[in-house]
């Protein structure tokens, strides 16, 4: 099974620009649909986006045209490069991983059975 570790997370003010990195164990990585998602303070988790194992992807209307995911299954490593962040945007980031072929959507965090411990995105105004 496969473990995540995200990192990238830091202070940025609005208008500015992170990416965050989730690394991945396992030779099976290119298999997995992998996930991003945040949870603010006093929020539920919310979707963020996905990208599939051919480099598809998937994303929320709130981050659309302003966050891109990418992977690089040689490194083992899927990144969400977030621009133009928002103070809304502040929240824990979240990656996850999920198999291929589920019936879920891929839009839910039940459908994702490995997560990463999380990495704080803070956007001041």
């Known amino acids: 099974q496969v473990q995540l570790v995200e990192s990238g997370g830091g202070l940025v003010q609005a208008g500015g620009s992170l990416r965050l990195a989730c690394a991945a164990s396992?030779?099976?990585?290119?298999?997995?649909?992998m996930g991003w998602f945040r949870q603010a303070p006093g929020k539920e988790r919310e979707f963020v986006g996905y990208?599939?194992?051919?480099?598809?992807?998937y994303y929320a209307d709130s981050v659309k045209g302003r966050f891109t995911m990418s992977r690089d299954n040689a490194k083992n490593t899927v990144y969400l490069q977030m621009n133009t962040l928002k103070p809304e945007d502040t929240a824990v980031y979240y990656c996850?991983?999920?198999?291929?072929?589920?019936?879920?959507?891929?839009?839910?965090?039940?459908?994702?059975?490995?997560w990463g411990q999380g990495t704080q995105v803070t956007v001041s105004s």
């Open positions: 996850a991983a999920a198999a291929a072929g589920h019936t879920l959507s891929y839009t839910l965090s039940n459908t994702y059975n490995t």
């Open positions: 396992g030779r099976t990585f290119s298999r997995y649909i």
């Open positions: 990208i599939n194992w051919s480099g598809g992807t």
